[in-house]
Each structure stands twice: as C-alpha cells, then as structure tokens.
C-alpha cells in the first residue's frame, strides 16, 4: 500500500473525492480523524488540500502507524477503530475508507465509536468495497471479510442523516467481475495477490480520469452499481 497508494489511480481517485467533500462541507480549520488510516495517504491529501485542518489518525496495525508517523504530517496513534482514544464530539469529521469490511472489525462498534467521537452535525465518510460476488484473491491477500451493498450501508448508518449514498468505479465494473472471478481459481497452494501493484504511467493516469469523470457524474445522479460503495452521513444534532 505504501509504495503505491501516492500515484495509483484507484487511490488518487478516491482520495480526490474525499478531499472535495470534506473542503465543501467543512471549515478549514476542522478537525478531522482518519480512522484506519493505514499508511496515511488520505492524511498527505487532506494535509496538501486543506493545510489549516487539524488532522488525526488511527490504525491497528503498528507497521501502518509507523509508516504513516514517517510521513510527519499529523499525530497517528496505534488504536482499533472500535475503541478510539478521544474524548466524546473531539472531531468535526470522521473518515473511514474500506476499514469496516477487515476481518475482525466490529462494524456496528465502530460506527458507534465514530458518531460518539464526531460534533453534532459532523459527516462520517465512508467507502466500502461493493458485493459479494466480487471477492476475490484481492480479499484474501488484505483480509476482507465481508462486501456490501447501498442497503447495507444504509441499515449501518441508521440513526445519521445520511447525504451521499452512491457505487462508483461503475466503468471498470464487468473487467473487475472477471478479474475477480478468474482469481478464485488460482492455484490455493500460492499465497494470495493483492490487485495493488504498478501500472504505466499512462494506463494509471488514464484510469484516474476515467475515475474522476465518474464521480463529476455520480455527484448529480447515483450509480447503479460498481466495485466500491461511498457514503456521507452527518451525526444528528
């Protein structure tokens, strides 16, 4: 993740959403915590696109935390997501991308633990890898235990006033549904292959696009169906 997650267009795409909603819904000196923040590519972002906002991290994981401490943009602490060690409304926003679906994680815990650490009124941002059918060797190499589906996130956020609720990465939809098919027959004796790795700088830009021209559609009108699922919901106040 960390070699790759700077460039690669899956995590510039995301990223660059990300940033958007929080620069439109947000003054620009909130407090924001990454939750799971891994190696902290998200925090590099919101630190380029929003310098005054006091960023926080967390993550489980101490490798990540020590990668993403090197990076020296923001405090990140070694704690799980289902247990944050702040006070109650210490945040403005709380952001959580493709965490919640680990093995492991208590889903329904920790979104409780985000609307308790978020100020009356904060979005949570959410992403989530999207359906069943779609796990894969990717899955596996990262420890992916469930996917989800817009209902599903829907029932997760009850009691948020949810404002976003969309599938994206819609385009690539059938050749990622190959993808992850053909993989699930894979030799089981090799340990599994995360789909991260490097591409041509011109394949890798042409996707990140296609990606954002994607999302400049999703805002208007929310997609059908696509790999991942993204969601902005505010704590009621």
Known sequence: MRSVEDHYWWYVGLHSLVAQVARARLAAQAVILDAGCGTGGMLKVLHTTMPQARLSGVDASPE???????????PVQLARIEALPFAAGAFDAVICLDVLYMRGVDERAAVEEFRRVLQPGGPL????????FLRGEHDLAVAGERRYTKARVAALL?????????????TLFPFVALVRALSRFRDAQHAPRSDLKPLPSLVNGALA?????????????PLPFGSSVFAVARKAR
């Open 125 to 132: 941002i959410l992403n989530l890898p999207a359906f069943e």
């Open 158 to 170: 009850e009691g948020f006033q949810i404002e976003t609720l969309t599938y994206w990465n819609a």
């Open 64 to 74: 990540a935390v020590e990668l993403a401490n090197q990076r020296g943009l923001c």
């Open 209 to 221: 696009w296609l990606i954002r021209a994607e999302f400049a559609v999703a805002r208007r009108c």
